[in-house]
């Protein structure tokens, strides 16, 4: 397994400083695939400083209507890791499917008192991977693989959705995706 140290990757808004074992992502509509991101924390690594967002304002809650609002702004690696690992807090929220004419669909179910917005999330490649503009995916588990000492890991099985570039806002992949049961 590879690391590919120089290309980053932004989750909702949310710096990943590499992509682990590939630096291109299959995408196949409906299907699921677990995505391993590492987040540097030595010393020997420059932390960005620099703002990444999506949309929303600088600095709020992780989530958003256009898929990212969360500041890096001044954040270690270590940080933006925690910040994301809450996505996995809450498995089981999503419910996927195809409707009977192979369109997939998608409902989300999150608790008043979760600490994210959604689990449906915008994943954009750094500008180091040419032709990809990212995807839409809904978080459906995860798994912590840090251990003291060594890199800061975190897995996300996620099912992918739709193009980056299909949908502006998650209000737009949610109303276009959310069919009403009778046409199911």
Known sequence: M????????????????????SDHPTF????????????????SVVETTTTFVLGGEDGSTLGGEDGGTLSSDGQ???????????????????AIGTTL?????VREYLTERAEV???????????????ES?????????TVNTRSPGPVLLSLDVTYLARANEYQT???LIDDLSTPITQL
């Open 101 to 105: 004419g192979g369109d997939p669909f």
């Open 170 to 172: 998650r209000d737009e």
């Open 76 to 94: 270690t690696g270590l940080d933006r890791y925690l910040d994301l690992r809450k996505l996995i807090e809450y498995t089981g929220t999503n």
């Open 117 to 131: 917005e959604s689990r449906l999330v915008k994943i954009v490649p750094g500008d180091d991977v040419r032709l």
């Open 134 to 142: 990212g995807f839409w995916v809904a978080v459906e588990s995860g």
């Open 28 to 43: 196949i509509r409906g299907e699921t695939e677990t995505l391993e991101f590492e987040f540097f924390t030595d010393e």
């Open 2 to 21: 590879s690391r590919y140290r120089n290309i980053s990757w932004e989750i909702d808004g949310v710096l990943a400083n590499a992509l682990v074992g």
